[in-house]
């Protein structure tokens, strides 16, 4: 690390001294060298000022936006990518990740983490990295931002970007260097949306209008999309109004079959004896098998609603007040279905046939049928009211004080929540008395599946009740107050020196979700686990899934029938002796930072640049669960949960444990770009700097789960959080060539490294903590002592990791009417200093050194190929973006139901590592211009109708076996077709 800092530090003063020498020169020369440096401090103040104020430039076509955005990548002092919004209405973008996609160096991905992807662009990240790692801000500052999906609610910084249409944008700029100036908590970069302002609107009215519709081709449904937005302003400017709404609905179906994770066979099993397997030992590897491979169909109505108000104020004309508000709503109620084979706990007990086993995976086997026993299990999962959202409220002043002293004021609020107020959940067992198969083929196809019999008829005699599971009021919400103050102050004549920006920023965060209940059956009702029951409806609807033809249609009942079924035999209750109170899923952060910064711009005849440093400071309180006392700040026990009784001699209940850090680090940032021939069109840039980004909130906070041991002197495990993590510090360097030839015109290409200190990835420590088995053992230990055992626990924890990578980018106009962009971004990256999670045969190891792994996020080839015309009447634009396959993280598996004889754990591995096959999108976008006011567009979204593919990869955890399927989703096409009005 101390290398790191002293490269670091070497490469700024380096620079540093470069402008100091550049300075002394100017000093030096002649009159006429005097007034190019003066003229060249100009040309970058009218620049800067051109950056910030793009929205007052009136462009007519994509032809004039794009000519735009490109001079303001070439004048900014940092490393920028920019798309305007005359850009964002002709490309096929319905939010603004969408926007950003055909830009070098961006990622994108279409869910959060393990829940799969769907049919709509959901986070972004720059250069190979995790999206946490990329801050996205709004006009400079932070949103807060919900999930709707239950289990992405558990706490990443990065932002859903399905919540903020493209509409509300007048540009979007993604530095991919940094500034002492910017916001930190961007390792590898910062997305900043830039909202319109009324007062940069040309005519004292404005009105615009959208509307319109959109068909999915899965579910065969068209719903309505509307924008709308009024602007007014006086004739002086000095006051201006600006509203905006939408209103946009969207229904989705996705196709799929997941296997729920692998399981490997246990020592001593009939299935174990049956194929000849050995026993565990040490070095001995498994053999491996699916979970739950079946057939899945997800589907959704999505109702975005919201919009925004902007008061712009010029009472002087040296004073400009600003209050800005926003606000996102989605709702996304959905019910999924999930028809499986029940392997998980059937191989190890069954009577196996025409099995094949491959690379240590039981790659197809057949299972003999049984009477009274079920082969299949089936989740029925209704989600109402499931929602999330996005708002702010800034008060905004700007004042120039003097001729060469401005300052910025900034007041804000923001909040996101991730709501899922019920889960109507009904688990069958299926498949009594049958027989069922399966087989692999290969890494990229799903799995053939068969479970007997007709599975699209409703037959009682074959279906009991297995479970009623699910958690219900969850309210996940993600909020921060803030104030700024930022100045700069020009110099008239200070040679190099072109001015000095400085600030403070303070702000507290809160995240947290505190309430979850964990319904379980109504053992007071007349419930039936046995087939034969005449509880259940018998009317009944199917569905087919091309991804699982081998079961053929399969049935299910109506969200309202799961509805009434789960008023009648769950429990729900949040209090009492049968309360379901669950305090696994609860947690709460509050973070405040504070943050000073100084930066000097500079800039000679042939160069400009900037060097600062931004101070940091940051005080974590970070509360999560136990079952006993793990922090010496806590309160409790509570006695409110039936995880978690109290005895009456006060033993037992749960805690809240609360751990407080405390971390101050200065980062150094420094941009220097050089023109290296006369006319200014080829550019040189080299960038230097450290960046901090603190570490999600779901691997802070979170529940310790424990699984004791009930052998004195045996090792148990566990699964939870570390709040002992470090923020993520990043040393960076960048360097890019770029040469502007033509008004719409670039060839660059540019190279970067990152060198990750405090990363992190999943590894196993050795913790003592209270034996709750042991200790309340009335029978072994009537007195209550405590009892200690060791564990291992599989948690996040810190390492280190590098990544390096390539940007190429052309934009090439064609004639007058036609061009095309070609953007490759290579990016290689790993971790080192991790330890495996299991052993190759399954079982938990302890503290083994994991050697390289990938990063998060982390895809080595990503490309963009567009091409687009355009007339006065006629526009149309194709894209096709790809990225190949990237590691999406530790994918949590249920616990399977039989353990291992040998070692008394579940012999489902509870974390394996996960992974999305690459993946291209083909989009289009249409337009016709009747005349000034009326004109219609039309877009084309996955017309390739990809098929999202993931697996995981045993190896990565240390288990014995490589790449094996795990998922596959396919989510149809949708066309948005729209009149737009204009006034």
């Not at 999906?149 to 979007?172: C, D, H, K, N």
């Not at 706990?345 to 690379?359: A, E, F, H, K, M």
Request: hydrophobic share 35%; net charge negative.
């Amino acid at each position: 690390m101390n290398y790191r800092k002293t490269l670091l530090a070497a490469s700024i003063i380096t620079g540093l001294c470069v402008s100091g020498t550049l300075f002394a020169q100017d000093s030096d020369q002649a009159s006429s060298s005097t007034s190019a440096t003066s003229q060249s401090k100009l040309d970058q103040a009218k620049a800067r000022q051109q950056a910030k104020t793009l929205g007052t430039v009136m462009v007519t076509g994509l032809r004039e936006s794009q000519a735009l955005s490109l001079d303001t990548k070439k004048d900014a002092d940092s490393h920028v990518e920019v798309v305007s919004a005359v850009d964002i209405g002709k490309l096929p973008a319905k939010n603004v990740a969408d926007t950003i996609a055909q830009l070098p160096g961006v990622n994108i991905s279409d869910a959060a983490g393990s829940e799969g992807g769907f049919d709509e662009a959901d986070r972004a990240s720059l250069r190979g990295s995790a999206p946490s790692l990329t801050l996205t801000t709004v006009d400079g500052h932070n949103i807060g931002s919900g999930d709707w999906f239950i289990t992405g609610g558990g706490g990443t910084r990065s932002v859903s970007y399905a919540m903020l249409p493209s509409e509300i944008v007048s540009q979007v700029v993604v530095h991919k260097t940094s500034e002492a100036s910017l916001l930190e908590g961007g390792a590898a970069g910062t997305i900043d949306i830039i909202t319109r302002k009324p007062l940069e609107f040309s005519k004292p009215f404005s009105a615009e209008a959208s509307v319109g519709g959109v068909y999915s081709s899965l579910p065969g449904t068209t719903k309505p999309q509307f924008n709308g937005l009024v602007n007014w302003k006086n004739d002086d400017n000095t006051f201006g109004i600006l509203a905006q709404g939408f209103y946009e609905v969207r229904e989705l179906q996705r196709d799929g079959q997941e296997m729920l994770g692998y399981s490997y066979i246990p020592t001593g099993s009939a299935a174990a004896t049956q194929l000849g397997l050995p026993n565990h030992a040490s070095g001995s590897t498994g053999v491996f098998y699916p979970n739950l491979p079946g057939s899945v169909l997800f589907t959704q109505e999505r109702k975005r609603k919201g919009g925004s108000i902007d008061l712009e104020w010029k009472p002087l004309d040296n004073l400009t007040f600003n209050l800005d508000g926003f606000y996102s709503h989605m709702d996304a109620s959905d019910y999924n279905r999930n028809y499986m084979l029940r392997l998980r706990d059937r191989v190890p007990t069954s009577t196996l046939s025409n099995y094949t086993i491959d690379g240590n995976i039981l790659t197809g086997a057949t299972l003999a049928g049984a009477p009274g026993l079920s082969q299949g299990i089936y989740d029925m999962i209704s989600r109402p009211g499931e929602s999330e959202s996005s708002q702010y409220f800034t008060l905004n002043a700007d004042w120039q004080a003097t001729r060469n002293l401005n300052f910025k004021f900034q007041l804000g609020t923001t909040k996101g929540t991730g709501n899922t107020p019920v889960q109507d959940i009904m688990e069958m067992d299926t498949g009594y008395g049958e027989s069922s198969s399966y087989s692999m083929h290969g890494l990229n196809s799903p799995l053939g599946v068969s479970l007997g019999g007709n599975n699209g008829v409703y037959n009682p005699a074959t279906v009991g009740l297995d479970w009623i599971f699910g958690d219900q009021g969850i309210h996940v919400v993600d909020k921060e107050n803030w104030f700024t103050a930022d100045g700069e102050y020009d110099f008239d004549d200070a040679g190099a020196l072109s001015s000095l920006q400085f600030g403070i920023r303070d702000s507290r965060h809160t995240h947290d979700s505190l309430f979850a209940i964990s319904q379980g059956p109504n053992w007071a009702s007349a419930i039936n686990f046995s087939p034969n029951s005449t509880l259940w409806p018998a009317s009944t609807q199917s569905y087919t899934n091309p991804l699982a033809s081998g079961l053929g249609s399969v049935w299910y009942w109506t969200p309202a029938q799961l509805a009434q079924l789960d008023a009648t035999y769950a429990n729900r209750a949040s209090s009492g002796p049968a309360s379901r109170f669950y305090p696994n899923d609860i947690y709460q952060m509050t973070e405040t930072n504070k943050a000073a910064y100084l930066q000097v711009n500079f800039a000679g005849t042939n160069w400009s640049g900037n060097a600062g440093v931004r101070l940091v400071g940051t005080n974590e309180d970070i509360g999560y669960t136990a079952g006993s006392i793990q922090e010496p700040d806590n309160t409790g026990p509570y006695c409110n949960s039936p995880w978690y009784p109290c005895g009456t001699d006060g033993s037992g209940g749960w805690y809240w444990n609360f751990y407080k850090a405390h971390y101050t680090k200065a980062l150094p940032s420094f941009n220097l770009k050089f023109n290296l021939n006369d006319d200014g069109s080829l550019l040189a840039r080299f960038a230097a700097s450290q960046t901090l980004t603190r570490q999600d909130y779901g691997q802070l906070a979170g529940f310790l789960t424990l699984s004791d041991p009930e052998v004195a002197g045996s090792m148990g495990a566990g699964l939870g959080p570390n709040p002992e993590l470090k923020p993520l510090v990043s040393t960076n360097f960048d360097a890019s060539l770029e040469w502007y030839f033509a008004p719409r015109g670039l060839l660059s290409a540019s190279v970067y490294a990152m060198d990750l200190n405090n990363y992190y990835d999943y590894g196993t420590v050795t913790r003592t903590y209270l034996n709750s088995y042991l200790t309340f053992n009335q029978t072994n230990n009537p007195t209550g002592a405590p009892i200690y055992s060791q564990y291992l626990i599989s948690q996040p924890v810190n390492v280190n990791g590098t990544l390096k990578g390539v940007e190429l980018n052309w934009v090439q106009p064609i004639g007058e009417h036609f061009g095309t962009q070609v953007s490759y971004t290579y990016a290689n990256g790993h971790s080192s200093g991790g330890t495996y999670l299991y052993n190759a045969d399954g079982t938990f190891a302890n503290n083994v050194a994991a050697g390289s792994r990938p990063l998060y996020g982390t895809s080595k080839s990503t490309a963009n190929v567009s091409a687009f015309y355009e007339d006065k009447h006629w526009n149309a634009r194709i894209n096709y973006t790809y990225r190949s396959s990237f590691y999406d993280g530790m994918m949590p598996v249920q616990a399977g139901t039989l353990s291992n004889a040998v070692t008394g754990q579940s012999n489902t591995m509870p974390l394996l590592p996960y992974y999305q096959a690459g993946t291209g999108y083909l989009s289009l976008s249409a337009g016709y211009t009747l005349n000034d006011h009326v004109s219609f567009s039309f877009d084309a979204m996955n017309l390739n109708n990809p098929k999202l593919h993931y697996y995981v990869y045993g190896y990565q955890a240390g288990l014995g076996f490589g790449k094996a399927p795990e998922a596959f989703y396919q989510n149809g096409r949708q066309y948005y077709l729209s009149v737009n009005f204009k006034l």
